[in-house]
């Protein structure tokens, strides 16, 4: 994983892998549930948690993505991963 990733770029893929996967979006914000209001199933949840992955060169845990989660819990979950990631990279230097 990089630790270099921003959080503009975590948003950025989060946002663009639901837009691939739901169509007649409209008003998509970090509230939007993944289930109840894009509609998903577990079969999209699994390919909208690949496509992140795939945009951001990170491997999420299998129960990364919850049936309550919303995009806004998705962005902050995977840059909370990432932040960890980075600290325990600098422990790591020193």
């Not at 979006?25 to 992140?52: A, H, P």
Request: hydrophobic share 40%; charged share 30%.
């Amino acid at each position: 994983m990089s630790s270099k990733i921003t959080d503009e770029q975590i948003h950025n893929a989060v946002f663009r892998s639901a837009e691939a996967l739901v169509r007649n979006i409209n008003g998509m914000s970090k509230k939007t549930r993944l289930y109840d209001d894009l509609g998903m199933d577990s079969l999209d949840v699994t390919e909208f948690t690949m496509m992140i992955e795939e945009a951001l060169d990170i491997r999420l845990p299998d129960d990364f993505i919850g049936d309550e989660d919303t995009l806004g819990d998705v962005v902050l979950r995977i840059q909370a991963m990432v932040q960890r990631e980075a600290e325990q990279e600098q422990v790591k230097a020193t």
